[in-house]
């Protein structure tokens, strides 16, 4: 009989702690794996409609790209170009020196001056010192430095008559600079 009072009590006790474990962690642990899954899915779905987003603006990007490229080769254009600075400048040096020969002046001396830095473009600097017939051919030699592409800058120009007695011929000094993109 003690027997059975305490099997009268022990059976319904087993039965609700075994059912207690089975929702603590079956059932629980299934729900919250399913939440998870939800959860997951979700991110997913957004991830794809970012894709769907990103792959329908594909060709609006191209043309974006194209675009810029097409504005690099305008910016190109304005650029001395050269594999390094110093063929950039040799490049420089040899416009400017071919601008002054065709107006009849000629070099007396020419020196590649410091690169400045500014980010991607560099600007290098030379000066040459010169002899020109006259103010005419002097104006011109500027006008054609001034006006060219790839562009060119005269920074400094310093003149003085070579003779006093007969004022035509002139000593020069001019100083330009250009933009590069060499390494």
């Known amino acids: 009989m003690k027997k059975n009072r305490i099997l009268i009590f022990a059976i319904p006790i087993l039965i609700i702690l075994s059912i207690m ?3 603590e962690y079956g059932y629980l642990g299934v729900v ?3 939440n998870t899954l939800r959860e997951t899915r979700v ?3 957004k991830t794809l409609k970012k894709y769907d987003g990103i792959i329908a603006n594909i060709p609006i990007l191209e043309e974006d790209i194209n675009k810029l490229k097409e504005m690099k080769k305008g910016l190109d254009n304005r650029l001395f170009q050269g594999q390094t600075v110093a063929l950039a400048a040799a490049s420089v040096q040899e416009t ?3 601008i002054v020969i065709a107006n009849k002046g000629n070099i007396t001396g020419e020196r590649i001056g410091k690169t400045e830095d500014l980010g991607n473009v560099k600007v290098i600097n030379i000066s040459m010192d010169m ?4 103010t005419k051919a002097l104006s011109d030699i500027l006008y054609l430095i001034e006006t060219r592409m790839p562009y060119l800058v005269v920074k400094e ?11 035509r011929e002139l000593m020069v000094k001019l100083d330009v600079s250009a933009l590069t993109m060499g390494k």
């Open 157 to 167: 120009v310093d003149t003085r008559v070579r003779n006093f007695r007969e004022p």
């Open 32 to 34: 919250e794996e399913l």
């Open 21 to 23: 474990t089975f929702y």
């Open 43 to 45: 991110l997913k779905e």
């Open 131 to 134: 002899t020109v017939p006259d």
């Open 96 to 98: 400017v020196k071919s």
